[in-house]
């Protein structure tokens, strides 16, 4: 699925199934929480933190598709096409960054 066709799926899956979109604000909130789940799988399972019981059967990949929904609904009601953006984002890192992580002597050796 590309990112135009999973912003299509989100789209439409909110206009029948979701009744609408909840307001940019909300969903912004909803984008901080659903990064903070994926805060803690990750600070839990693979930081130094130890990990709860009730954790440890938590879906990180289900806590990130939970983001990338989030995302979706940000994208569709603000009228960002995240294909374009996301091909822009390359553009700019490859002129900006192309040699950047190559000299940086703290990612040597790793």
Request: proline share 0%.
């Amino acid at each position: 699925m590309t990112l135009r066709e999973a912003q299509d799926t989100v789209d439409a899956w909110i206009k029948t199934v979701g009744v609408r979109y909840f307001n940019e604000l909300t969903n912004m909130a909803m984008l901080t929480e659903e990064v903070g789940e994926v805060a803690r799988i990750i600070a839990r399972r693979y930081g130094e933190q130890s990990e709860k019981e009730s954790d440890k059967n938590k879906d990180l990949g289900d806590e990130m598709a939970d983001v990338l929904w989030v995302l979706l609904c940000l994208a569709n009601q603000t009228g960002v096409d995240l294909t374009a953006a996301f091909q822009k984002n390359l553009e700019k890192k490859n002129v900006r960054d192309a040699t950047r992580h190559l000299n940086n002597e703290k990612l040597k050796g790793g």
